[in-house]
């Protein structure tokens, strides 16, 4: 049963329970990056995300947020140099950790959310800025609870090889659940965040040093870096 003559010998590698089990642990603060997907005045999707971050602070994580007013259409006559993706990118490449906090408009994500993650490359060079990394996603509505948008961005998680957490945030009626100043009213609405954020710490201190070995993957290490580059940034299709 163990012949598998299709083995190439050189990539592959048994387990090493040393960078599984034991890596060198980093002492600083969980990086975690928020994107939330409305540009309202009064957006419900950024003040769930607000309610998060404070949340994620007490919890003792560095904790930055991506204003997306500014940022261009993908494929809108602008490339990477632009100041809002080159702010985007360079977001993504210091967390260890995303919140995507989304409305859900006609069953689905917004557009403006969908931008922000078209943005975000699935490589640079041979490096992929995604994968490894831990992601919560959340969502509100403006009627009854729901779960098209928190779907979606599962699946474009799943896609861009983050570490999804199993625990989601699914706000309805949003409208009802902040007081005039903004701030969330305590609800179970409220404890399904604090739930979330709780996980997506934990899955990040858990994860993040040894990220780089748990996505390591043998067709990979059968590649070159400049045959792997050629095939992800395939920016034609």
Do not use: C
Not at 40 to 49: D, N, P, V, Y
Not at 110 to 122: C, E, Y
Not at 201 to 208: E, G, M, N
């Amino acid at each position: 049963m163990s012949d598998t003559p299709q083995l190439n010998a050189a990539a592959f590698a048994a387990i090493d329970r040393d960078r599984l089990l034991t890596p060198a642990l980093a002492t600083h603060a969980p990086r975690i990056l928020i994107l939330y997907g409305s540009l309202r005045a009064r957006s419900f999707s950024r003040l769930t995300a607000e309610e998060g971050a404070r949340i994620l602070m007490r919890l003792g994580a560095e904790v930055r947020f991506f204003h997306p007013s500014g940022l261009p259409l993908v494929d809108d006559g602008v490339d990477a140099r632009h100041p809002k993706v080159r702010e985007l990118r360079d977001l993504v490449a210091w967390s260890e950790g995303m919140v995507w906090s989304s409305p859900e408009r006609h069953g689905a994500m917004t557009g403006l959310m969908k931008t922000q993650i078209d943005w975000i490359p699935l490589s640079e060079g041979a490096v992929r800025p995604t994968q490894g990394k831990t992601l919560a996603v959340m969502q509100v509505s403006g009627g009854s609870q729901s779960f098209n948008a928190v779907n979606q961005m599962r699946l474009l998680g799943r896609w861009m090889r983050l570490l999804t957490i199993p625990n989601q945030s699914s706000v309805a009626k949003a409208f009802l659940e902040f007081d005039e100043e903004g701030r969330m009213k305590p609800s179970a609405y409220y404890d399904r965040i604090v739930d979330v954020m709780e996980e997506l710490v934990k899955f990040t201190l858990l994860t993040r040093d040894r990220a780089e070995y748990l996505v390591d993957r043998y067709s990979e290490r059968r590649e070159s870096a400049v045959e792997l580059s050629a095939r992800v940034n395939q920016s034609t299709l």
